[in-house]
């Protein structure tokens, strides 16, 4: 029998072939997480509880501070000085300021395809889109910073076929809440979401880091992307050598499989307050919305502004709507600029701000009472930005620039 | 060995993909004082639970149980009135990894739902893997419960797991 990509990863990382459902220790070949209370300076104390003050192979971990950033109050400048201790005791390379680790990762040329990469939380899933699966391990990763070895049980695919082409209106996003809608918040569930099929080929990188970032919401452990010229081009562009492409062998056996027809794919939203919540955006026209956040490890990357701006380019967001545009890393930052993005964001009204995971936790940009935000931030639950009497409604950029403009839910669409 | 699970159901969330954040209420994330989570406890589903629950009950869930940004509040709470494990049709992966990992009984049971009501008697035993609703005569079979997750049961926490069977030399 044949294996799908995760199988793969897996028997590679074992050293010999593993089944679907058996139980072992494997060894990521990268151990990373970022700055947040309850988690650094938990790992910090239980690495001294353990006896723990040297790890074997300290360029396996990679630490960011992208959460409290920049620290608005000393508190929070102290789980940074907690961040920069630890990784000066253990040797572990830490980036601060370089935007959200789960993107900053693959920039800076960390990952390749066939890794297996292993973070406390599970948005690491977004490197699948370079062949890598990234898994969110919760508090079972001090077993990996004290062992270097996670516990895992092979876990089965669910296998995501895409056809077509995306039409004018629709990204990604729309594609990742439609699936949702279709097959159900727990229709990969405890699996490995591999997509490919000839619509994949038609999909940017960017693209392709947004379907994977989100796939916790179907309740995948990972997702993970066939490799093909778009990786390639990347991977080059990121000074990344050495590495094989990764795809399923033909008869490899899916738990499900599942085609989606990108060019059948329409503007949706998540209401919420769960981002089990996917409807046509048809059901919520003209609703009234003060916020607007485009941003997140999910969706800030330039092809999102670029879907933003072909709204938002010579017109204005509507009095009284603040519009947040958040670039998911620095370099992106300087891209934008590059490109004339941020001077065209800022004519339309957009705040353009500095690359950080606050404004999707509320942490920066935060909503009060009563008040209704489009986002394209991970979560739409109650009090994720801000106020527990706060509504947050997630979508795609096009549709978040198209409601800035008219201060209430529109199908972008009509304005393209 | 596992001590068998033995107790009563103290509640059933019954619904899909159940918000375990919703135990506490998703606004009280940050509390820590473990006297207040317990007063907060299923106030929104029964403000007596706290009264009726006792040592060794357990929860029921339905499908998907823990799906959303799972945090851990609502389990310290639960742990804290006595609940000694969630007993559901299936756990969202994250949820599971999480609770599994703070060695708490977490068993997916298929038809558990469906058989269970409020207050039935129930032994689990995790040699068998058979979850035995005691007065109603119906024993389920659960599906396999991990190696790793058995012996955080058995250890209590990943730092004494960690230490007794990966760290010692």
Redesign the interface.
């Known amino acids: 029998m044949g294996q799908t990509i995760a199988e793969k990863i897996f028997s590679e990382n074992y050293n010999r072939k593993v089944e679907v459902g058996e139980?072992k220790l494997f060894s990521p070949d990268i151990i990373t997480a970022y700055d947040y209370p309850g988690y650094i300076d938990k790992y910090e104390k239980?690495m001294e509880?353990?006896n723990?003050h040297t790890v074997k192979n300290p360029e396996k971990f990679l630490l960011f501070i992208d959460h409290f950033y920049p620290a608005g109050t000393s508190k929070e400048q102290e789980i940074h000085q907690i961040t920069r201790r630890f990784s000066k005791k253990y040797g572990f390379k830490l980036y601060e300021g370089a935007g959200i680790g789960h993107q900053v990762i693959s920039e800076k040329g960390y990952i390749k395809p066939g890794q297996f990469v292993v973070h406390f939380d599970?948005h690491i899933s977004t490197i699948g889109a370079l062949g890598a699966i990234g898994m969110?391990?919760?508090?079972?990763m001090?077993?990996a910073f004290?062992?270097e070895q996670v516990?895992l049980?092979v876990p089965s695919t669910v296998r995501i076929n895409l056809e077509g082409k995306l039409l004018k209106g629709v990204t990604s996003r729309d594609v990742f809440h439609s699936i949702i809608k279709q097959i159900g918040?727990?229709g990969c569930?405890?699996s490995v979401i591999e997509y490919g099929g000839p619509g994949l080929k038609s999909l940017e990188m960017d693209e392709r880091f947004t379907l994977c970032n989100l796939a916790?919401f179907l309740?995948?452990?990972s997702a993970v992307m066939e490799t093909d010229e778009v990786t390639h081009e990347y991977l080059k562009t990121h000074n990344v050598k050495d590495y094989v492409d990764m795809y399923p062998d033909k008869d490899a056996e899916y738990l499900h499989e599942y085609t989606i027809k990108l060019d059948e794919v329409e503007p949706v939203i998540v209401i919420p307050?769960?981002?089990?919540n996917t409807v046509p955006i048809s059901e919520v026209l003209g609703l009234s919305i003060d916020h607007g956040y485009i941003g997140s490890c999910a969706s800030g990357r330039i092809k999102d502004f670029q879907q933003a701006l072909e709204i938002l380019e010579g017109r204005h967001v509507a009095e009284n709507f603040r519009l947040n545009a958040v670039p998911t890393t620095t370099q992106i930052q300087l891209q934008m600029s590059e490109l004339g993005l941020t001077q065209k964001l800022i004519k339309a009204g957009a705040m353009v701000q500095v690359s950080s995971c606050d404004f999707c936790i509320g942490q920066m940009g935060a909503l009060s009472d009563g008040e209704r935000s489009v986002s394209t931030g991970t979560?739409n639950?109650?009090?994720?930005m801000g106020s527990?009497k706060a509504e947050i409604y997630t979508a795609s950029p096009y549709t978040i620039a198209a409601t800035a403009i008219n201060g209430k839910i529109t199908d972008p669409r009509t304005m393209l | 060995m596992i001590k068998n699970l033995n107790g009563r159901i103290a509640w059933i969330f019954d619904e899909p993909n159940f918000d375990i954040d919703l135990v506490v209420g998703v606004t009280n994330m940050k509390i820590q004082d473990i006297e207040k989570l317990k007063d907060l406890c299923m106030i929104n589903y029964d403000l007596d639970f706290k009264n009726q629950v006792r040592e060794g009950d357990i929860i029921i869930g339905g499908e998907n149980f823990g799906y959303g940004h799972p945090h851990y509040p609502s389990c310290r709470a639960l742990r804290a009135l006595g609940i000694k494990g969630i007993i559901a049709e299936s756990f969202s992966p994250g949820f599971y990894r999480g609770e599994s990992t703070n060695g708490f009984p977490l068993i997916e049971c298929k038809g558990v739902v469906e058989t269970a009501d409020c207050w039935d008697r129930f032994i689990y035993d995790w040699d068998t893997e058979e979850l035995n609703f005691i007065d109603k005569g119906i024993i389920l079979k659960s599906e396999r419960v991990p190696e790793k997750t058995k012996e955080l049961i058995v250890h209590g926490d990943i730092i004494t797991y960690l230490q007794k069977r990966r760290l010692t030399p």
Request: aromatic residues 0%.
């Open positions: 139980e239980q509880e353990l723990i599970g969110g391990i919760r508090n079972s001090i077993e004290a062992t516990s049980v918040p727990s569930r405890s916790m309740g995948g452990l307050p769960t981002p089990a979560l639950v109650t009090g994720r527990s």
